[in-house]
């Protein structure tokens, strides 16, 4: 849960940078054995993150109605509804 | 024409010089905005450029030097409607006066180009445009929202791209007025609204499509700006056509050309960034292969070498130590064999020396008995007739004792 909160925090940019560098880490072939093995293992399931990350999100294409000064709901959005552009307060 | 006096006969270029100082002294005639239509606009070579101005009524002749019209917009031609600003002159070589022209504005958008530059000039000078403060927009947006008109073209390609570079994301179109004198109100309120009540947006698309200076000018609007300013989503500015700029362009935190720019500018496209990923993978598995391998063949050698450290070479080389020491052994009792051969030798030679032979080859005999073989070394030892053998150097002699005779000293 704790691991879960922190994956949240780190952006995806960040999880891509180390990914890359972990590529390059064990592209140079200094490491030991076990520093290997777990580089392999830490960069395997950052590439697992980036890729819920890229899946998390559900396409929704919401209108949002905004009905007073904290009032609003959301309406799924059809580009062929042809609606009226106005829309006041 | 009788009463002049010679005093107040001028020359022509005192006249001249008189009148361009009148102008000149006039501030009525210095740096002032005119009204007209460009005609016989020429740009010489030299880079200046001529024309006249003129209303329905009356005309006046216009030079813009090259120093000052580098900075226009647009290229002048005839029949534009324009406000010039400059002094008014003269041409003392000829005896004309005419407009020093400074800048020139197309006369349409002329009041709205100076509340352009100046409200630039203003929210410049506040900081609102500066590069430090524009906030950066995530890689992988989830949530975005779009202000924009729901029935423009705009929208449309917002969407259409958006979802053809990342098939799931999330947007959120909020439907505003676009133009009109109170489309830039409507739209700061949306933003301060979304900055209200959806805080986890990404970042918010304000535009809409091309149109006319006037169409636009909700972009303009200084509420707008400092809706932008204010808000803690970052906004991207998605105004009109490439080469039109709003204010809003120059506070938003990112500038795109057109709405359908701000798609493919700020939306990622999901299959690259799949496989960047993808790539990123093989390669950790091809890396950590090669690692093994290489690890692996680094303990092949080691086990070489192990094998050549090990036991068993110890060993046959205690055996070929032992060998080299027989064979030291070996030489060194031959060698004592010898020294012993030697002196063995040496003292055979002394033993012959000594031998009772060596003195019996001198002369000497020895006298046995026969029976028993007994030296005979004193009288006693014999008897008149016993046998005895008397042995020489090649032989013996047998004899009978006579007689036995005693020596007397």
């Known amino acids: 849960m704790k691991n879960k909160k922190k994956a949240e925090d780190i952006s995806f940019e960040d999880y891509l940078r180390k990914l890359e560098k972990i590529v390059h880490r064990l592209e140079e072939g200094e490491l030991t054995l076990e520093e290997s093995v777990q580089a392999y293992e830490e960069g395997m399931s950052i590439s697992k993150i980036c890729l819920e990350k890229l899946n998390k999100t559900k396409k929704k294409i919401e209108k949002l109605v905004i009905e007073g000064e904290d009032k609003y709901s959301t309406k799924p959005f059809s580009e062929k509804e042809g609606e009226d552009a106005i829309h006041d307060f | ?409």
Request: glycine residues 6%; aromatic residues 8%; proline residues 3%.
């Open chain 2, 1 to 409: 024409m009788n009463n002049y006096t010679e005093s107040k006969i001028y020359t022509v270029s005192k006249l001249n010089k008189y009148i361009k100082k009148l102008f000149e002294n006039d501030y009525n005639l210095q740096d002032v905005w005119i009204l007209g239509e460009l005609s016989n606009f020429k740009l010489h070579s030299s880079g200046h450029m001529y024309f006249v101005l003129k209303d329905k009524e009356s005309q006046i002749r216009c030079v813009m030097f090259r120093g000052n019209n580098s900075t226009l917009r647009f290229m002048p031609g005839d029949g534009m409607k324009v406000k010039v600003r400059g002094d008014v002159g003269v041409y003392e070589k000829r005896g004309e006066y005419q407009l020093y022209v400074k800048e020139i504005v197309e006369a349409g958008k002329g009041e709205l180009y100076l509340a352009f530059e100046k409200l630039k000039e203003k929210l410049k000078d506040e900081g609102l445009f500066s590069e430090e403060i524009k906030k950066k927009l995530p890689l992988i947006p989830q949530n975005i929202a779009v202000i924009t008109s729901s029935t423009g073209a705009a929208i449309r390609d917002i969407i259409t791209i958006s979802l053809r570079r990342f098939p799931n994301l999330s947007i959120l179109v909020v439907p505003s007025l676009v133009q009109g004198t109170s489309a830039a109100k409507e739209i700061a309120k949306k933003i301060d609204f979304l900055n209200c009540h959806f805080k986890g947006l990404d970042f918010i698309i304000v535009g809409r499509g091309g149109g006319s200076l006037e169409e636009l000018w909700a972009f303009n609007e200084e509420i707008l700006a400092r809706s932008i300013y204010n808000s803690k989503i970052p906004i991207v500015s998605a105004v009109g056509h490439e080469t039109d700029f709003t204010i809003s362009d120059f506070v938003a935190d990112l500038r795109v050309p057109t709405p359908s720019a701000a798609a493919e500018m700020t939306i990622p496209d999901k299959n690259n960034l799949l496989d960047n990923i993808n790539v990123s993978k093989s390669k950790i598995s091809r890396a950590i292969k090669r690692n093994i391998e290489l690890k692996t063949e680094n303990i092949n050698s080691l086990c070489a070498n192990l094998k050549y450290q090990g036991p068993e070479n110890k060993i046959n080389q205690y055996f070929q130590y032992i060998d080299e020491f027989i064979a030291r052994l070996n030489s060194r009792i031959r060698h004592q064999v010898e020294l012993y051969e030697e002196r063995v030798k040496k003292d055979a030679q002394r033993l012959d020396s000594l031998s009772p032979w060596a003195v019996i080859e001198r002369g000497y005999s020895i006298c046995r008995k026969v029976s028993g073989k007994e030296i005979v070394k004193r009288l006693e030892q014999i008897k008149v007739g016993e046998n005895i053998e008397v042995i020489i150097s090649d032989g013996k002699i047998l004899s009978k004792v006579e007689k036995k005779e005693a020596v007397s000293n």
